[in-house]
């Protein structure tokens, strides 16, 4: 029973990899062909600063996420709330702070070079990165449901 669970995830695991990697091959050579190399390029700067964002999350994500679990298993309610208000209240705070300086700061960038193909760039880039925040901040509640099996 346990190799079957751990084959499975094994499986699971690897192939959302594969798909991620093919999605990423297969996707290039469409928006290029769709969009131009001059938007696709401006684009590619655009989203730059988002995935930068969500691979800094410093793994609190991952932390709240293991502490609430723990806190479930061992029955403390009390610690599990206190982590999943904590960290989503830290999240949207810091997001909420990055957000509003994206907002109202003019990207030189783009407003110079890709002029007239991203219209209103600072607002696409806050768009990108509150997606962002609402993904690590969720970490934690997706664990709660899970550690409650109500996943």
């Known amino acids: 029973m346990r190799r079957k669970r751990i084959t499975a995830n094994f499986a699971a695991a690897l192939s959302g990899k594969v798909v991620m990697a093919m999605q990423q091959l297969l996707l290039v050579p469409i928006f290029l062909s769709k969009w131009g190399a001059e938007y696709y390029g401006a684009w590619l700067v655009l989203t730059a600063v988002p995935t930068i964002l969500s691979m800094s999350d410093l793994g609190l994500g991952t932390a709240a996420t293991t502490r609430t679990v723990l806190a479930i298993g ?5 610690e599990a709330n206190s982590i999943l208000i904590t960290t989503s209240t830290t999240v949207f705070t810091i997001f909420s702070i990055i957000l509003l300086g994206i907002s109202f700061m003019p990207i030189p960038i783009l407003e110079n070079e890709a002029a007239g193909l991203i219209q209103y760039p600072s607002k696409v880039l806050a768009f990108l990165v509150g997606g962002i925040g609402l993904k690590i901040a969720s970490q934690p509640l997706i664990a709660f449901w899970i550690a409650r099996g109500k996943a």
């Open 74 to 78: 061992k029955g403390d309610e009390e």
